[in-house]
């Protein structure tokens, strides 16, 4: 049994690594994906910033765009700090850091705009439902988000000088665009990799896997993955040498394949 200790240290060093993954899936379920044994805080700060989280943009956001040279248009720039200073800073501060004077006593803290990891994850239709529906929809509501919704009281132009200007917020100069933001680069739906069984957890519909790198999706590393449906897990055992596949939609090994014998 003690033999399993050195790949629980390594599954953390994994999911620390990982944690840009599990950002872009951004699930509610993501403590469900983890290791047992993996610290609860690193898997958390990947995906919900402190106290929020960044989920899906909904259906009727998901086509909304800003045109790549509004990011960094001084005019739209300028006019969305008129804005922001008007309309946001109460909340979001000047610097736009969330410490502004309205936003002592609220339950969901404002948004650390000035964090620049952060705001490389979030994709301009993320930014525009945000802005436009603010705290009225889910998950935010149930939640107590004082965060207003703009669109009856902002032109679409508006709304997307402010986000321009806050994007500068978080000391990026360039347009907020996947080139600039490897981050919002969609990731495939299945990607192929390969590497050993070290555990199989079924009673967490679990596999720890220690696997080479992932093209273009994630580095080598061993961590626990959430396998689908769960009999797969009795067609390898520890020590196999696998390929598998996972649904990055469904964020769950759909595939895996013994490679020896
Ligand atoms: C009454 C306070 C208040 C005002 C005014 C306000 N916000 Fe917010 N905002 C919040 C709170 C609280 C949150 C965090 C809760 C949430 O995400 O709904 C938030 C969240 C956000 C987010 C989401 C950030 C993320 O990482 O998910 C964006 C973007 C945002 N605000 C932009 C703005 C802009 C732009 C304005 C001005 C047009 C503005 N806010 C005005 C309180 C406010």
Redesign the pocket.
């Known amino acids: 049994m003690t033999r399993t200790r050195p790949f629980v240290v390594i599954a953390i060093v994994g999911l620390v690594v990982s944690a840009a993954w599990l950002a872009e899936l951004t699930l509610p379920d993501a403590q469900a994906e983890q290791p047992p044994t993996g610290p609860p805080k690193a898997a958390d700060r990947g995906h919900a910033?402190g106290d929020?989280e960044?989920p899906s943009v909904p259906p009727a956001y998901a086509k909304a765009h800003i045109p790549s040279q509004v990011w960094t248009d001084p005019k739209m720039i300028a006019k969305g700090k008129e804005?922001?200073v008007a309309?946001?800073a109460?909340?979001?501060g000047e610097k736009g850091d969330g410490k502004g004077p309205?936003?002592a006593n609220?339950p969901?803290?404002?948004?650390d705009l000035t964090d620049g990891k952060?705001v490389a994850e979030?994709a301009d239709n993320f930014?525009i439902w945000?802005?436009s529906e603010?705290?009225l929809v889910e998950p935010?509501k149930s939640k107590g988000?004082?965060?207003?919704a703009?669109k009856g009281e902002?032109s679409m132009n508006d709304r997307w000088a402010?986000?321009a200007y806050?994007h500068t917020l978080s000391g990026h100069r360039g347009p907020h665009v996947a080139g600039e933001h490897p981050e919002l680069k969609p990731k495939p739906k299945f990607v192929t990799g390969e590497g050993t069984v070290i555990s199989l957890r079924p009673e967490k519909q679990q596999i720890v896997l220690e696997h080479g790198e992932i093209k273009g999706f994630m580095e080598a590393m061993t961590m626990g993955y959430k396998i689908n449906p769960v009999s797969l897990l009795n067609t390898v055992k520890s020590g196999d040498k696998v390929r598998f596949t996972i649904d990055t939609h469904a964020r769950a090994i759909t595939k895996i394949d013994k490679l020896n014998d």
């Open positions: 910033h929020h960044h804005i922001f309309k946001c109460l909340c979001h309205g936003s609220l969901l803290k404002p948004a952060m979030m930014w945000r802005v603010g705290g935010f988000s004082a965060m207003p703009w902002m402010v986000i806050a």
